[in-house]
């Protein structure tokens, strides 16, 4: 059999609810340079095979429930079908590994490694163990084989997240071992978030399990580095690329003309997995950062314009991805930028519309609070261009934490119109929250949860999570909004967080009781019975924001009320009295969040 170019692979432990993109991307950028490209899925197939490995039987009915396109959610039996299914995924997974921490539970995959503490040696010594690996089994009798029998001159192994990087790793060494003349690049942008890392002395080891390493985008670097492998060379020439000269690690630059995102390929979803979803969804990234610079974000870090003005793909060239992949069968997509502007939006649907397209395509975005969303005209037009979910970062209502974070775009004066405005025309509205922002009160913090449920009614889901330090934000490059908190020396290596203490009043035990209130009022959302078993945002839109009411209600007839969370009293007295409440009232969480 004739060597593959490339392959793409991507590994267990991630969101079995989404696709990474960058896969898709890459490949089609290959394809298109006349390179054949296989890409080889493993983040959900790894994920059903360890679960398949203890229970196959009943996780295989399981499996098949959460995928099918006939179930009728507004039917009991088929809610009490859904239930069993979340219910036993959840209890298997939990039981699967002693050593490691992993469940998939309340929409997410967890994993963590045992020992890990972000150390390169913690990697080095778990990669040496790698057969006491929880997806070892996976990653030698699966993956390995397959890319194996593809033998590609290039395997290129991407990492999105902390949980892939024992089992991108794990693969890589395996694959160095019985292909040694495939050369293994790693990549994602997660390689963006712990630059620093890259001049540590202990470093250089990781080259033991791969050739390069990419940090910054990877449209120029794989095709350079193809380019590099055709002609037999180093990969000095490769742009922001990590490679090892006698001994010596050397960073390149990133490249100095960052690709156009008008001119990136449709992506190629071939050869990958079905999320756990009734049918496919299927992502489109359309910017190249976001152009916004809040100081506790870094999810952009890995672009070539990152903290600039994103390249921009135009409302034109996104409808032409959209037609071809709606032609090949697609219906609902996922736009993964940061934030995706409201008169793109809407600029979308007019171009669907124009060439007949409209109404079949829905879709779900990462948005801004924008004032014009307390028109309820514009949110109309939002509805008819197909969106079906619109995912808002509101963060907290306090307007000076908002401007300490350099948040400016939100007004939360306008927030409460704008969540009945989208709910009103059909949109499901996701709202995400920061508690333990360094300089908001935990009263602040408390008003916003309080706000949280008083909008209830028309919120769909909702996430609250504490305040954190990427390395690569504004926060963790130059102390920016970090006033009240001290950063601590950086320890962990392969980790993206900074960690940090508070000093002025507030203390990490507070900020942890507000984020399980915070939670307990997400699962008081009037929703929440219903979402909890149809994860994910772009999944839940294929059916109506109506039909999702609809079915609550049922759900409460015929499926038992989740219980309240574990020590929420023991958390609540602790914020009562921090607020000033006195310590012998007995305040449960009913009184607390009025």
Same mark, same amino acid.
């Given at each position: 059999?004739?060597?593959?170019?490339?392959?793409?692979?991507?590994? @267990?432990?991630?969101? =079995?609810?989404?696709?990474?993109?960058?896969?898709?991307?890459?490949?089609?950028?290959?394809?298109?340079?006349?390179?054949?490209?296989?890409?080889?899925?493993?983040?959900?197939?790894?994920?059903?095979? =360890?679960?398949?490995?203890?229970?196959?039987?009943?996780?295989?009915?399981?499996?098949?429930? +959460?995928?099918? @396109?006939?179930?009728?959610?507004?039917?009991?039996?088929?809610?009490?079908?859904?239930?069993?299914?979340?219910?036993?995924?959840?209890?298997?997974?939990?039981?699967?590994?002693?050593?490691?921490?992993?469940?998939?539970?309340?929409?997410?995959?967890?994993?963590?490694?045992?020992?890990?503490?972000?150390?390169?040696?913690?990697?080095?010594?778990?990669? $040496?163990?790698?057969?006491?690996?929880?997806?070892?089994?996976? !990653?030698?009798?699966?993956?390995?084989?397959?890319?194996?029998?593809?033998?590609?001159?290039?395997?290129?192994?991407?990492?999105?997240?902390?949980?892939?990087?024992?089992?991108?790793?794990?693969?890589?060494?395996?694959?160095?071992?019985?292909?040694?003349?495939?050369?293994?690049?790693?990549?994602?942008?997660?390689?963006?978030?712990?630059?620093?890392?890259?001049?540590?002395?202990?470093?250089?080891?990781?080259?033991?399990?791969?050739?390069?390493?990419?940090?910054?985008?990877?449209?120029?670097?794989?095709?350079?580095?193809?380019?590099?492998?055709?002609?037999?060379? $180093?990969?000095?020439?490769?742009?922001?690329?990590?490679?090892?000269?006698?001994?010596?690690?050397?960073?390149?630059?990133?490249?100095?003309?960052?690709?156009?995102?008008?001119?990136?390929?449709?992506?190629?979803?071939?050869?990958?997995?079905?999320?756990?979803?009734?049918?496919?969804?299927? @992502?489109?990234?359309?910017?190249?950062?976001?152009?916004?610079?809040?100081?506790?974000?870094?999810?952009?870090?890995?672009?070539?314009?990152?903290?600039?003005?994103?390249?921009?793909?135009?409302?034109?060239? +996104?409808?032409?991805?959209?037609?071809?992949?709606? *032609?090949?069968?697609?219906?609902?997509?996922?736009?993964?930028?940061?934030?995706?502007?409201?008169?793109?939006?809407?600029?979308?649907?007019?171009?669907?519309?124009?060439?007949?397209? $409209?109404?079949?395509?829905?879709?779900?975005?990462?948005?801004?609070?924008?004032?014009?969303?307390?028109?309820?005209?514009?949110?109309?037009?939002?509805?008819?261009?197909?969106?079906?979910?619109?995912?808002?970062?509101?963060?907290?209502?306090?307007?000076?934490?908002?401007? *300490?974070?350099?948040?400016?775009?939100?007004?939360?004066?306008?927030?409460?119109?704008?969540?009945?405005?989208?709910?009103?025309?059909?949109?499901?509205?996701?709202?995400?929250?920061?508690?333990?922002?360094?300089?908001?009160?935990?009263?602040?913090? !408390?008003?916003?949860?309080?706000?949280?449920?008083?909008?209830?009614?028309?919120?769909?889901?909702?996430?609250?999570?504490?305040?954190?330090? @990427?390395?690569?934000?504004?926060?963790?490059?130059?102390?920016?909004?970090?006033?009240?908190?001290?950063?601590?020396? *950086?320890?962990?290596?392969?980790?993206?967080?900074? $960690?940090?203490?508070?000093? *002025?009043?507030?203390?990490?035990?507070? +900020?942890?009781?507000?984020?399980?209130?915070?939670?307990?009022?997400?699962?008081?959302?009037?929703?929440?019975?219903?979402?909890?078993?149809?994860?994910?945002?772009?999944?839940?839109?294929?059916?109506?924001?109506?039909? !999702?009411?609809?079915?609550?209600?049922?759900?409460?007839?015929?499926?038992?009320?989740?219980?309240?969370?574990?020590?929420?009293?023991?958390?609540?007295?602790?914020?009562?009295?921090?607020?000033?409440?006195?310590?012998?009232?007995?305040?449960?969480?009913?009184?607390?969040?009025?």
């Amino acid at each position: 059999m004739k060597r593959m170019d490339a392959v793409i692979a991507t590994t @267990p432990g991630i969101s =079995v609810w989404q696709h990474p993109l960058a896969p898709a991307m890459l490949a089609a950028v290959l394809v298109e340079k006349g390179y054949k490209v296989v890409q080889v899925d493993g983040h959900i197939e790894g994920i059903e095979y =360890v679960l398949r490995e203890k229970n196959s039987g009943e996780i295989c009915k399981a499996l098949q429930i +959460v995928r099918d @396109p006939d179930l009728d959610i507004t039917k009991k039996e088929d809610l009490i079908k859904l239930d069993w299914a979340r219910k036993k995924i959840e209890l298997s997974s939990r039981n699967i590994s002693p050593s490691s921490h992993f469940e998939v539970a309340n929409n997410h995959v967890s994993y963590s490694p045992s020992g890990r503490d972000y150390s390169i040696e913690w990697l080095l010594n778990a990669i $040496d163990d790698r057969k006491n690996n929880l997806f070892y089994p996976y !990653l030698s009798r699966v993956m390995l084989p397959r890319i194996k029998e593809l033998n590609p001159r290039v395997c290129g192994i991407t990492i999105g997240h902390d949980t892939q990087i024992l089992t991108a790793f794990i693969l890589g060494s395996m694959i160095k071992e019985k292909m040694p003349d495939t050369k293994v690049v790693y990549g994602g942008n997660y390689f963006a978030q712990v630059q620093n890392i890259f001049s540590l002395p202990d470093f250089r080891e990781m080259f033991r399990f791969g050739d390069c390493f990419v940090y910054a985008e990877g449209f120029q670097p794989i095709i350079e580095i193809m380019k590099a492998v055709d002609q037999n060379q $180093d990969f000095k020439e490769v742009s922001g690329a990590i490679w090892i000269n006698n001994g010596r690690v050397i960073k390149n630059e990133p490249t100095c003309s960052p690709y156009s995102f008008e001119k990136i390929p449709t992506p190629i979803f071939i050869g990958i997995e079905q999320q756990w979803s009734p049918e496919p969804i299927y @992502p489109l990234y359309t910017s190249s950062n976001c152009p916004f610079g809040c100081n506790f974000c870094a999810i952009a870090a890995g672009s070539d314009t990152y903290r600039c003005p994103p390249r921009i793909m135009t409302p034109k060239r +996104v409808v032409e991805h959209m037609v071809k992949l709606i *032609d090949k069968g697609a219906r609902i997509f996922e736009f993964a930028d940061e934030s995706m502007p409201v008169a793109k939006i809407i600029a979308i649907g007019q171009g669907l519309k124009k060439i007949g397209y $409209d109404g079949r395509a829905i879709f779900a975005a990462l948005m801004n609070a924008e004032e014009c969303l307390s028109d309820i005209n514009i949110c109309q037009a939002l509805y008819n261009s197909g969106l079906r979910c619109a995912q808002i970062g509101i963060e907290t209502i306090s307007t000076s934490s908002l401007k *300490d974070q350099n948040k400016f775009g939100n007004k939360p004066t306008h927030y409460k119109m704008m969540i009945q405005n989208l709910a009103s025309v059909g949109i499901q509205v996701h709202l995400f929250i920061i508690v333990g922002l360094p300089d908001e009160s935990v009263a602040d913090s !408390l008003a916003t949860l309080t706000f949280l449920k008083e909008c209830g009614d028309d919120i769909t889901t909702a996430i609250v999570s504490r305040f954190r330090i @990427p390395k690569m934000s504004r926060a963790g490059l130059t102390g920016a909004g970090t006033d009240g908190i001290v950063i601590k020396p *950086d320890m962990k290596p392969w980790s993206a967080n900074l $960690d940090f203490e508070y000093v *002025d009043g507030k203390s990490g035990h507070q +900020v942890d009781a507000l984020r399980e209130i915070g939670r307990q009022v997400c699962i008081d959302l009037p929703l929440h019975q219903v979402t909890s078993l149809l994860a994910e945002h772009a999944n839940r839109i294929r059916w109506s924001l109506s039909k !999702l009411r609809i079915a609550a209600e049922i759900s409460h007839s015929c499926l038992p009320s989740e219980e309240q969370l574990f020590h929420l009293d023991r958390e609540t007295r602790k914020i009562a009295r921090c607020i000033g409440k006195s310590k012998n009232t007995e305040i449960t969480y009913r009184d607390l969040i009025k």
